[in-house]
Structure formats: structure tokens, C-alpha cells
T-cell receptor
Framework: SAVISQKPSRDICQRGTSLTIQCQVDSQVTMMFWYRQQPGQSLTLIATANQGSEATYESGFVIDKFPISRPNLTFSTLTVSNMSPEDSSIYLC?????????????FGPGTRLTVL | QKEVEQNSGPLSVPEGAIASLNCTYSDRGSQSFFWYRQYSGKSPELIMFIYSNGDKEDGRFTAQLNKASQYVSLLIRDSQPSDSATYLCAVKAGGYQKVTFGTGTKLQVIP
């Protein structure tokens, strides 16, 4: 399976600021996903990031708040803009690995964000 | 709206027992089914995937799928305290459809 790394692993930020989270994969993948997991909750998909096209956002998430870049097949960034305490969450990068003829998703280690 | 439902638990089982985790889904077009394990403070880890009706075994884990009943389950035999985690059921319709996750069942294995 693909090996995924994320930076930073955690951060504490002041409200009104922005944080960019990086996701690096050790192999080329077509589809990358960004999820949010709030304390005690399940995973909520923010957007799907495909190389060479605009990210596709889920209902309730907008590009101005969560801009995403996908410059190549191994890298993506998610920015959390103009943060408020409600943005405190774990942000997870995920990829769909078709290398084994399956459509399974694998997750990075996550970024734990606290907004004060 | 596509839904995946799980009992939130906690499900408590004694060490060595069989833990049975259940999941139902609403989309009859679903084709791929996954179980993830998530330890507290960690990211989800894929345990099993299943595509066809019936059972699929991998070590102490068995995934069971019944598409007619829209039901998928995970059995953990000889449960160990290290199996204590939240188990997420995930369902996908296929192609470029997104994966829908359940809210997870918290499993506690009592030594």
C-alpha cells in the first residue's frame, strides 16, 4: 500500500490565521482526498483533489475556506483559512491505491489542529 | 442520501471471545465494503475489504457481506486487549464514487 506522510503532525494556531497542511505520497496516485475528523466523530470528506483539475468540494465546504493544491501525482496541500475554534480537528489526507486492483483508501497519520 | 449505520457502542467483550461488529448501508448500488480500525489519536488503518457476498477471512478477522440485506459485519476471533479500538465501516458505490464512512463502533476487550 502507499506510504503517506503529512506535515505538520500537529499545530496550535490563533484565530484568524491560516495553516497549510502538506500531504506526500511515495507513489503516483490519481485520487487524493482530504477529510476532517472532529473529536469523537467519524470522518467527513472535505474535498477530492485530482491532479490537473480543480478540487471537488463536498456540501458545506468551500474553496475560499479550504483551498487545495494538487501540483503533481504525489503531493497535495490543504489550507485552512481564517481559522476559528470550530476548525479545531484532525485533518487527514487519503489516497486511493489501485496498485492491487482494489479501490481501497489509505490514510496519512493526520494533522491535529487546535485553534485558540 | 447514502448512509452507513453502526452501533456506536461501546461493545465490551472478554479476552478470547468473538467480537461481532455490524454495519448496514442504504445504497443498493454499493459494490465495495471496507473495515478500518482506528486507535485513539491515530488515523484509520485498513483491516479488510470485501466485494462479494459471503465470508472473507484474514487471520483472526472475518468480514461477512449480505448485499440482499444490505448488511456487512466484522468478526474478530480470540479478541485481544490490543483489538480495543473504534472500528469504522465504509462503503463505496464503485467507479469514482466517494467512500461513505459509518460513525464507528468502539470495541473494548476486557482482560
Amino acid at each position: 500500500s502507499a506510504v503517506i506522510s503529512q506535515k505538520p503532525s500537529r499545530d496550535i494556531c490563533q484565530r484568524g490565521t491560516s495553516l497549510t497542511i502538506q500531504c506526500q505520497v511515495d507513489s503516483q496516485v490519481t485520487m487524493m482526498f482530504w477529510y476532517r475528523q472532529q473529536p469523537g466523530q467519524s470522518l467527513t470528506l472535505i474535498a477530492t483533489a485530482n491532479q490537473g483539475s480543480e478540487a471537488t468540494y463536498e456540501s458545506g465546504f468551500v474553496i475560499d475556506k479550504f483551498p487545495i493544491s494538487r501540483p503533481n501525482l504525489t503531493f497535495s496541500t490543504l489550507t485552512v483559512s481564517n481559522m476559528s475554534p470550530e476548525d479545531s480537528s484532525i485533518y487527514l489526507c487519503s489516497v486511493e491505491d489501485k496498485g492491487t486492483n482494489t479501490d481501497t483508501q489509505y490514510f496519512g497519520p493526520g494533522t491535529r489542529l487546535t485553534v485558540l | 442520501q447514502k448512509e452507513v449505520e453502526q452501533n456506536s457502542g461501546p461493545l465490551s467483550v472478554p479476552e478470547g471471545a468473538i467480537a461481532s461488529l455490524n454495519c448496514t448501508y442504504s445504497d443498493r448500488g454499493s459494490q465495495s465494503f471496507f473495515w478500518y480500525r482506528q486507535y485513539s489519536g491515530k488515523s484509520p488503518e485498513l483491516i479488510m475489504f470485501i466485494y462479494s457476498n459471503g465470508d472473507k477471512e484474514d487471520g483472526r478477522f472475518t468480514a461477512q457481506l449480505n448485499k440482499a440485506s444490505q448488511y456487512v459485519s466484522l468478526l474478530i476471533r480470540d479478541s485481544q486487549p490490543s483489538d480495543s479500538a473504534t472500528y469504522l465501516c465504509a462503503v463505496k458505490a464503485g467507479g469514482y464514487q466517494k467512500v461513505t464512512f459509518g460513525t464507528g463502533t468502539k470495541l473494548q476487550v476486557i482482560p
